[in-house]
């Protein structure tokens, strides 16, 4: 894969603007593993590989298992996830799918009922910036494999990780 463009050479404030909701969300007082699956389901969808590996590799490093990571995409018929992280995963594919459903109200109602008001902005805040980022890179085609934990990328690279290992 060759990669179309450079996006943060071509529009340099675009990766502060994304770092910032990045930062929010990650300073939001939600889980990481629970984010880093909610990343990882939407890249799923959305078929982006760079994204996927990414948040499998920082989930691991999280402590997420190999399992949760392999059953994400049918999350439905494990038992391995809580409640919690159900309505998370469940909240992920209606709004990552809004142009189908428009959300539904069971998933809203799910999803209310395992997250405060504040949360479940802050969940779909996340979900926004994870679609936003699976949209850059799968456009301008950043390669999979190139994202590694703990090292910022070079400034002409389109991604979207910081120095820690929780970037976008």
């Known amino acids: 894969m060759q ?4 996006a943060a050479r071509t529009a340099p404030g675009l990766r ?14 939600l889980e990481p593993t629970l984010l880093e699956l909610v990343k990882l389901r939407a890249s799923l969808m959305n078929g982006c590989a ?19 990571l392999y059953a994400v995409s049918v999350w439905r018929e494990t038992p391995f996830y809580s409640e919690r992280e159900r309505a ?5 594919e ?11 109200d069971d998933v809203y109602d799910l999803a209310r009922h395992a997250f405060g ?25 950043t390669v999979p494999g190139t994202f590694h934990l703990g090292v910022r990328p070079p400034e002409t690279q389109v991604v979207h990780s910081s120095e ?3 970037g976008g």
């Open 3 to 6: 990669p179309r463009l450079d």
């Open 16 to 29: 502060s603007v994304m770092t910032g909701l990045e930062n929010y969300v990650h300073q939001s007082g």
């Open 50 to 68: 760079y994204c996927a590996d990414m948040h499998t590799k920082v989930a691991r490093s999280l402590g997420e298992t190999e399992q949760r």
């Open 88 to 92: 998370a995963l469940a909240w992920t």
């Open 94 to 104: 209606a709004v990552t799918l809004v142009n189908v459903d428009q959300v539904p």
């Open 117 to 141: 008001e504040k949360e479940l902005v802050d969940l779909t805040a996340a979900i926004v910036a994870i679609n936003s980022w699976n949209r850059l890179a799968i456009a301008f085609r």
């Open 164 to 166: 820690s290992p929780v």
